[in-house]
């Protein structure tokens, strides 16, 4: 059977599209990793929020309490500033202009919660997940 040039052109076009849809996301996959929570952590990091009586202080999306709400706190703050904040907020209340505003407005310290750096990651692997989910 002989099969015409159009129809072949059309089987052609049929295979680069599919092969667009499975390849694309394919080479782009390095950037969505990056992206993808690690949901060990982001478990981790909910268990700590609990345990470690953040949730006396704050909640997230519930509104202020003696702390302010986290939510949105991972797109208002860089990682580097979280890491250092949670490590060590009764020093950085003395050092770091952004603590400084936040204890004007709090009137409370936090108190240092004794975190690892591990638990740290993980709590800010949590808040990171909670603020995507909005
Ligand atoms: C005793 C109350 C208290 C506890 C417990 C507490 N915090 Fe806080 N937190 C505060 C207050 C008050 C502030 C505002 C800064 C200040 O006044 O020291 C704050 C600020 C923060 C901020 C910065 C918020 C922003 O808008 O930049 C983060 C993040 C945070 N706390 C996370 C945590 C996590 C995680 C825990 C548990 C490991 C925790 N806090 C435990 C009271 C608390």
Not at 31 to 38: G, I, L, Q, T, V
Not at 68 to 85: A, F, I, N, S, Y
Request: overall charge negative.
């Amino acid at each position: 059977m002989r099969v015409g040039l159009g129809f072949n052109f059309s089987v052609w076009l049929l295979i680069v599209s599919i092969a667009i849809v499975f390849v694309a996301p394919a080479l782009s996959s390095g950037e969505e990793d990056k992206a993808a929570p690690n949901m060990e952590s982001v478990e981790k990091g909910k268990e700590l929020f609990q345990s470690k009586s953040c949730v006396a202080c704050h909640t997230i999306g519930g509104g202020k309490l003696s702390g302010p709400d986290l939510q949105g706190v991972t797109d208002r703050r860089e990682q580097v500033w979280l890491e250092k904040w949670l490590m060590s907020p009764d020093t950085m209340i003395y050092t770091d202009p952004i603590a400084k505003e936040l204890l004007k407005e709090y009137f409370v310290p936090m108190p240092n919660q004794g975190l690892t750096v591990e638990e740290t990651v993980d709590i800010i692997s949590y808040l990171k997940f909670e603020d995507s989910e909005k």
